[in-house]
């Protein structure tokens, strides 16, 4: 049971908080409405925009459900971009590339707002 319960809350984590699992090169499963802004091809994916885009999305997700207002850059997740491998940018363009993905995944997983 113990070893139960401890897989269990190990995979939560993971559900819960994909924006942790993002050191590394390979992209994460994209929430609706990635196609909207991005047109990158599985085989070579935006990494930036990808992670950007999952994060905001789950974390505007989160605040719509806690009630929280809409407040795409407030979240860490938005300021602490993790390090994000094989792109072809520098540290300065991944960091925007991966914010301004950031509030168009915020916004769509946030939904209707005032």
């Known amino acids: ?25 390979h992209a994460p499963d ?13 085989a070579s994916p935006d ?3 990808r992670f950007g885009y999952r994060a905001g999305y ?3 997700a989160s605040d719509k459900a806690k009630g929280h207002s809409f407040r795409p850059t407030e979240d860490p997740h938005f300021k ?7 792109t072809g940018m520098n540290r300065q363009q991944i960091k ?13 997983g946030y939904g209707p707002h005032s």
């Open 30 to 42: 994209l929430p609706a409405g990635y196609g909207d802004y991005y047109h990158d091809e599985v």
């Open 80 to 86: 602490n971009v993790p390090e994000i491998h094989n």
């Open 1 to 25: 049971m113990k070893k139960f319960l401890m897989t269990s809350v190990a995979a939560g984590v993971l559900i819960v908080s994909p924006a942790f699992a993002q050191q590394g090169d």
């Open 47 to 49: 990494l930036a925009a």
């Open 58 to 60: 789950d974390d505007g």
């Open 96 to 108: 925007d590339r991966y914010r301004d993905a950031y509030v168009h995944g915020y916004e769509h």
